[in-house]
């Protein structure tokens, strides 16, 4: 079964589509759905991802950056795509792009209005976040009637969205304080669509909300981590699959005796004979060098094999003693078989911090284009 012959990430439409099916299950039929497309789709290929769930009928699409944005339109993206983080400098791109901002602070609303202005714009897509308790970024409660006020008579923008975010919605000890979120978007968006002369859609659920919290849906939910195949809890991920398969092969394999290092700074010492396999991926792809000496391990042939000694850039060393394995076998670091959740696990890390983290140079390939 050598399927590749190099380091690869490996993503599977097909899972893309079951787990979109799936996440629809949870919504009803008249929900909105956007697809949270930031950071490369989760570290697999945003245009790809992009692409399919326009196919499959996604309604919005969302990256942090504007220039994430670019580069889906580039490709041919029709969807509305929500810019979740637009920072000032890049405005007028976001405008000719077609792009439609989350502004959070009234020196955006204030600046975005003056933008939009100069640039003849009527009827501007734009959404309203609102910090409900994250503390991240969001126009607080108190700042209602100030957006009112620069509404008032502003033409050039139009409020498309009214959305927030939950904290926790992953954590059911805290579910008082979801609640309390919930409670004050509800309060804050009332207000606000009461003023308006038109109804913004609401949305506040992100994938754990949509499983945790059904009720609190609105008009659209917000889905990224529930598409790439994890849940955050494992009833959830039983029902997802992993869209992203890092995959790579043995370059080499040693016989060592006893007393031999192995990798930068002898950071290993065998004690006794032993088999050690190289594979050419390390830090620079992202395997961080918290994965070194025994913390982070892969899947070969069905068996677990410790990474051995310290992360290289470009190689690590694994121990493959009594693994049935040969040179050009391949290799699961995370994915199908062996989840990101548990790669993570192995560094305290989360499935999202693993899955953005595979390197631009891993060529991707595609299953069920
Ligand atoms: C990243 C992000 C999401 C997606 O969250 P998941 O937990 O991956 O579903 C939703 N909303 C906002 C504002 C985000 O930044």
Request: charged content about 20%.
């Amino acid at each position: 079964m050598n399927m590749v012959e190099e380091t690869v990430l490996e993503i599977d439409l097909h899972a893309l589509e079951h787990n979109y099916n799936y996440i629809r299950t949870k919504i009803k039929e008249s929900t909105h759905f956007l697809g949270v497309v930031k950071a490369f789709a989760y570290g697999s290929d945003s245009v790809a991802i992009a692409k399919k769930l326009e196919a499959l009928g996604a309604d919005y699409l969302a990256v942090a950056y504007t220039n994430e944005g670019v580069a889906l339109r580039d490709a041919g993206i029709k969807l509305p795509i929500l810019v979740l983080h637009p920072q000032r400098v890049r405005y007028t791109t976001l405008i000719e792009r077609c792009l439609e901002p989350s502004l959070y602070s009234p020196t955006m609303l204030t600046s975005f209005l003056q933008t939009a202005k100069a640039l003849n714009q009527t009827n501007y897509p734009i959404h309203l976040k609102f910090n409900t308790g994250l503390n991240r970024i969001g126009f607080s409660e108190n700042e209602v009637d100030f957006i009112i006020a620069q509404l008032e008579g502003a033409n050039q923008i139009k409020v498309t969205s009214i959305f927030s975010h939950l904290a926790a919605s992953e954590d059911l000890n805290e579910r008082e304080f979801t609640q309390s979120q919930i409670e004050a978007f509800e309060r804050i968006s009332t207000k606000l669509l009461g003023k308006l002369d038109h109804q913004p859609i609401r949305h506040l659920l992100n994938t754990s909300g949509i499983i945790n919290y059904p009720h609190a849906q609105y008009d659209m939910v917000r889905s990224g981590i529930g598409l790439y195949g994890y849940g955050n809890e494992a009833s959830e991920d039983e029902k997802l699959i992993p869209v992203a398969t890092l995959k790579t092969i043995i370059s080499q394999i040693h016989k060592i005796g006893p007393n031999q290092s192995v990798g930068y700074n002898r950071g290993f010492i065998s004690n006794s004979s032993m088999v050690t396999a190289t594979l050419p991926l390390g830090h620079a792809d992202g395997i961080g060098r918290t994965y070194g000496n025994h913390k982070g391990h892969v899947w070969i042939n069905g068996q677990l094999a410790p990474i051995i000694g310290n992360v290289c850039m470009d190689m690590i060393m694994i121990d493959i003693t009594g693994i049935d394995c040969k040179e050009g076998d391949e290799v699961i670091v995370f994915g199908k078989n062996h989840s990101a959740d548990k790669m993570a696990a192995y560094s305290q890390s989360i499935s999202y911090e693993i899955l953005t983290g595979v390197s631009q140079r891993i060529k991707r390939t595609y299953l069920g284009n």
